[in-house]
């Protein structure tokens, strides 16, 4: 069974920095794009960016591109996003997510395991 445990939320200010993780256990990943989301409250679940396990292309939604970054370590069976100069809007729960295949989805439907959610919180 596919499990995915996120962590390294927590309270920022505005201009900081987070590193984010999501290790991922009960599977080989190399047939896995991974995903980070993040719901807001009062607001639907929303794509933030996105990495195809074995080649390792990236996607990112248009708000963070410059700012966020995913990335995995696939000895670790790890995946990171790197946030940087974040905004009192970046505030969400953020989750981490994986789709079997090799395409990304931008819709959380399209996503077949979560993980259960990391609170970042960015003052003004």
């Known amino acids: 069974q596919v499990q995915l445990v996120e962590s390294g939320g927590g309270l920022v200010q505005a201009g900081g920095s987070l590193r984010l993780s999501c290790a991922a256990s009960g599977r080989t990943f190399s047939n896995y794009v991974m995903g980070w989301f993040r719901q807001a409250p009062g607001k639907e679940r929303e794509f933030v960016a996105a990495i195809d396990w074995s080649g390792g292309i990236r996607y990112y939604t248009d708000s963070v591109k410059g700012r966020f970054t995913i990335s995995r370590d696939i000895a670790k069976s790890t995946v990171y996003l790197q946030g940087n100069s974040l905004k009192p809007e970046d505030t969400a729960v953020y989750y981490c997510?994986?789709?079997?295949?090799?395409?990304?989805?931008?819709?959380?439907?399209?996503?077949?395991?979560w993980g259960q959610g990391t609170q970042v919180t960015v003052s003004s």
């Open positions: 997510a994986a789709r079997v295949g090799s395409y990304y989805s931008t819709a959380a439907n399209g996503y077949n395991y």
